[in-house]
């Protein structure tokens, strides 16, 4: 059976680099405490953006996979 997926996963920023530094620079000074809940909050923001459940479901198991 072949699995369809509903989150792209493919590379759409046009300047990833500059997002990237512009998380880092969002972390810059902040406690250990603030960037976790910072993280926290960006996470929740991008996730109620996207909306679909099931897409958000995906997601969590692809960033799980591997750690345990």
């Known amino acids: 059976m072949i699995e369809t997926r509903k989150l792209n ?8 680099d500059d997002f990237y530094n512009a998380l880092v620079d969002m972390h ?5 405490e603030q960037s976790q809940l910072a993280n926290a909050k960006l996470i929740l923001l991008l996730a109620n953006h996207i909306g679909d459940e099931e897409t958000l479901e995906e997601a969590l198991q692809i960033a799980a996979d591997g750690l345990s």
């Open 28 to 32: 810059r000074d902040l406690t250990e």
């Open 9 to 16: 996963i493919q590379p759409t920023l046009n300047r990833p």
